[in-house]
């Protein structure tokens, strides 16, 4: 049993916790093409309206059949959407996938129409009917030239043949077929996928252009053609899910550690912007009412009185009209540019995606909440701008940036000693156990991950992105929503039941920690796949009692060896399975600052003991794969 076995015997594991069984493959959420449409909408603030609710449409047709499509509202604002996985996911991978679509669409807002191709899923919004489109102007191939075959001519002429046979067999297969073939040593992999709704003839167009587009890609081992009806890729290497039921024993499932998208984050912006569009009297029939009429006497007061209001235009000079010279990072609901304000003051402004006036009351709350929330080790959240063309976040900015950008890069400089990631450590956990047991509200992060993490000049931890934090009181334990947060640091419960507690943070803290100690991430980026599972690694060597061998080798040092290891204890102990067996961040926090003095905990369900023979029999219920 390799390494790939392993991952699907954790995966398995993880999602036995559950009573359903269900196996999750390899969602393939790495972007393949974006494209927005040029054309600015008539309203922005009516399109971000139909928006949400067609997302929401959508998700139920897609979680239902895999695929579907929604017109919500009226011309010139209505919202035309389509989305379709691609037939090898299962279910569960398609929902994954497909709310990584939900997530990346809203960045072309306030263009009338987005297109989303990443490698298992599909999708598009327009404000005119596209259903029928199979082509467009953004047609294209997409070829990985960085490996080409050493025989282009015998390379080509497979390619030709496979992808020419699959695309055909797709056509008589409700849009969808894979296919492979060896020949001349030469393994190709094909996939053809045409979106549902189109019927045979049109389908058949899209595939017969694409499939003949796609040729020009060889001699590139990889290459796939987007087309506004279908999508083709080859590859020299298996990367489809092998079948719905045992997907996972293909050996790619690697990609189960990727960014899934965060509704309550799209939810947030939306919020803010929509207060925007109507302090802008965007809704034109109404003559501009006063904060009073739109939200009522108190949250007018709220906003007016509030210190955190900025202004716009301030903003807009801070950060040189929004300067691509002042770009940050793109975060998972906005871009984030710095700022330095007329005093000099440098801060980091987050300009949000989308708007809508749905959640004026959700995004209070927030506003409240994070206002309330103020700690060493988190962001401050210096304001928001609500009186522009774009709703705006903005934050204490930090020289350093996120801590991935350290502990991930081979560069010299950027070396993080023992002592320092130790610290960084300790400031995660000290943030975080204040967010769950000292605040005075109680919040549960849900994104906690490396590039969530800032580092200030003194390289002292910063939690940051409080957008997906919700109020504890409100929320209780469940989250119906849908799944907010990164994939590879989301907690088994919470995956797969939407289940949500602090021990879903807790998980993604023991995640962060492994990742600090050992350098390596616990996702691989996307297109590559040098990992599999950094969890599964680090469990390996712990059973082989070998964890010191995972360590960075940049920071090992024999002197503090125990301490590294007894790190890793504890961030293995943070990522058991069963959330009652991980401690609270409050006990993280004292194991941490007093590394020898407790009792070793004996680690009770470590997610893929009781997993191998669990993989034996669900090969036994099919047939083997490999
Ligand atoms: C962009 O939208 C306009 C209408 O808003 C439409 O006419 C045009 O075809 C769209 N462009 C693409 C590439 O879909
Ligand atoms: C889809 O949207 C329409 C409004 O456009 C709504 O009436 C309908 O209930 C929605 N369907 C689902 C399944 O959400
Ligand atoms: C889409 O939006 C554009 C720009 O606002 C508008 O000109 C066009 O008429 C809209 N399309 C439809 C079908 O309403
Ligand atoms: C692969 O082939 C393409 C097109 O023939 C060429 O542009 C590219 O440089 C080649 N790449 C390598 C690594 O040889
Ligand atoms: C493609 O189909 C043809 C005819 O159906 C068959 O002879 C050929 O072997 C197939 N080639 C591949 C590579 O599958
Ligand atoms: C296949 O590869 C092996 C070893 O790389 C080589 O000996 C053999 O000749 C190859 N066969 C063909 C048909 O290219
Ligand atoms: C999975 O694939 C194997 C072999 O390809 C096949 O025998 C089995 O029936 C498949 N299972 C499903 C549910 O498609
Ligand atoms: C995959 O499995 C689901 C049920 O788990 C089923 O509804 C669907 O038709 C299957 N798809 C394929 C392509 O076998």
């Keep these: 049993m390799g390494s790939a076995s392993c991952v699907h015997s954790l995966l398995l594991a993880l999602i ?3 009573i359903l069984k269900v196996s999750v493959g390899d969602p393939r959420t790495s972007l393949v093409a974006q494209f927005c449409n040029d054309t600015l909408a008539a309203s922005g603030a009516i399109l971000a309206d139909n928006f949400v609710p067609a997302m929401d449409n959508l998700s139920s047709l897609v979680n239902a059949n895999g695929y579907g499509t929604d017109i919500t509202g009226l011309d010139p604002n209505g919202v035309y959407a389509l989305a379709q996985c691609y037939g090898d996911l299962n279910p569960i991978d ?29 999708g598009r919004y327009e404000n005119f009917s596209f259903f029928n489109e199979i082509y467009s102007q953004d047609d ?7 490996q080409n075959s050493s025989k282009p001519t015998v390379f080509a002429q497979v390619v030709k043949e496979v992808v020419g046979n699959v695309s055909l067999q797709a056509q008589n297969n409700k849009g969808f077929a894979i296919g492979s073939q060896m020949m001349s040593n030469l393994s190709v992999y094909v996939l053809s996928q045409c979106w549902e709704n189109l019927d045979k003839s ?10 003949s587009a796609i040729l020009s890609c060889s001699p590139a081992t990889e290459g796939r053609a987007v087309y506004a009806g279908c999508f083709i890729r080859y590859s020299t290497e298996l990367f489809w899910n092998v079948n719905n039921t045992s997907s996972s024993s293909s050996g790619k499932n690697k990609t189960i550690w990727i960014v899934v998208g965060s509704l309550l984050g799209v939810v947030l912006l939306i919020v803010i912007g929509i207060l925007i569009a109507k302090r802008r009297g965007l809704f034109s029939k109404k003559k501009s009412p006063s904060l009073t009429e739109l939200y009522g006497p108190e949250i007018a007061a709220a906003i007016s009185q509030s210190n ?12 040189n009209n929004f300067s691509l010279s002042k770009k940050l990072g793109q975060g998972s609901y906005g871009t984030v540019y710095k700022g330095t304000l007329s005093d000099g003051k440098e801060v980091a402004v987050k300009q949000l995606f989308l708007n809508t006036k749905q959640w004026i009351d959700q995004f209070f709350n927030e506003v409240d909440l994070v206002n309330q929330v103020r700690h060493k080790n988190l962001v401050k959240l210096l304001g928001c701008s609500l009186d522009g063309s774009e709703s705006l976040l903005v934050y204490e900015y930090y020289e350093n940036r996120s801590l991935d950008q350290f502990i991930f890069d ?8 023992w002592p320092q990631r130790l610290d960084i450590i300790q400031g995660i956990a000290e943030g975080l156990s204040y967010l769950h047991e000292e605040s005075a509200t109680r919040i549960i992060h849900r994104d906690i991950k490396a590039s969530n993490i ?15 934090a919700r109020s504890f009181a409100q929320d209780q334990t469940h989250l119906t929503t849908g799944i907010a947060g990164t994939l590879g640091y989301l907690a088994p419960e919470y995956i797969v039941h939407g289940h949500l507690t602090e021990k879903a943070d807790v998980y993604s803290f023991g995640i962060v920690v492994l990742e600090i100690v050992t350098g390596k991430r616990c996702s691989s980026p996307v297109g590559s796949h040098a990992d599999h599972s950094l969890l599964a690694k680090v469990w390996n060597h712990y059973k082989a009692n070998a964890l010191a061998e995972i360590i960075d080798r940049k920071i090992y040092d024999k002197s503090v060896n125990d301490d590294i290891i007894q790190v890793i204890f504890i961030g293995l102990q943070c990522t058991q399975a069963d959330p009652q067996s991980r401690p609270t961040m409050t006990r993280v926090v004292e194991m941490l600052r007093n590394s020898r003095s407790y009792e070793e905990v004996v680690l009770t369900d470590p997610p893929f003991l009781d997993v191998c023979p669990m993989e034996d029999l669900e090969q036994g219920m099919s047939t083997p794969q490999s």
């Design 16 to 18: 036995s916790l559950s």
């Design 94 to 122: 398609c929902k994954l996938c497909f709310s990584e679509i939900r997530s990346q669409l809203p960045k072309c807002y306030p263009k009338t129409g987005g297109t989303l191709f990443l490698d298992g899923c599909f």
């Design 140 to 146: 294209k191939t997409v070829c990985v030239f960085t």
């Design 202 to 211: 049109l389908c058949s167009s899209c595939l017969d252009s694409a499939a």
């Design 308 to 319: 955190l209001n900025f202004k716009y235009e301030d903003l807009r000079k801070a950060t």
């Design 410 to 417: 081979e560069s010299p400089e950027k070396l993080l000693d």
């Design 454 to 468: 800032l580092l200030d000049d003194k390289l002292k931890a910063k939690i940051t992105d409080f957008g997906l």
